[in-house]
């Protein structure tokens, strides 16, 4: 089984774009503090890559990254302000923003961070407390 799908985005202006091949390895929703206060969000759609699936085809020059902790940097284009892509080195696995990825047909299977929700949603999909134990959080599952 292959998938050799190319997925183009860009930011905001399309001074920077990328491709991602494949498909993620997870989809879902954040809705932790974090994620809420950089995207002026109530909540944050992510997809899950490898690295290595991921090729920033034009503007790498235009990236630019903060860390407000080590295990994300969040990084987006300095000529439009749009966001872009946030890594997380400890998970091996970078989020390309679902927004961003225009033909990507986004399959969300988890929401993470539920206890710090503002926007509760009743979607049927587990809510996370705070993270999957696979990558090092409590695995513990709330109530819709
Ligand atoms: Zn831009
Ligand atoms: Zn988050």
């Known amino acids: 089984m292959s998938n050799d799908a190319i997925h183009a985005g ?3 202006c399309g001074a920077v774009q ?4 494949g498909s993620p390895a997870a989809s879902g929703y954040c809705h932790c503090a974090s994620c809420r206060h950089w995207s002026a969000g109530p909540v944050n759609a992510f997809s ?3 690295p290595s699936a991921l090729t920033v085809t034009s503007g790498a020059e235009h990236i630019g990254s903060y860390n407000k902790t080590p295990g994300s940097t969040r990084q987006w284009c ?3 302000g ?5 890594d997380h080195p400890a998970m091996g696995l970078v989020d390309v923003y679902a927004a961003v ?6 399959a969300p299977a988890v929401h993470v961070h539920y206890q710090e929700t503002v926007l509760p949603l009743r979607d049927g999909l587990p809510k996370m407390r705070d993270m999957p134990a696979e ?3 409590s ?3 709330l109530p819709e």
């Open 82 to 86: 749009g966001h872009l892509f946030t």
């Open 101 to 106: 990825i225009p033909t990507l047909s986004f």
């Open 135 to 137: 990558v090092g959080g």
């Open 48 to 50: 899950l890559w490898h």
């Open 10 to 12: 860009s930011c905001f």
């Open 78 to 80: 300095t000529q439009c």
């Open 18 to 21: 990328f491709t991602v091949a």
């Open 139 to 141: 695995g513990v599952t």
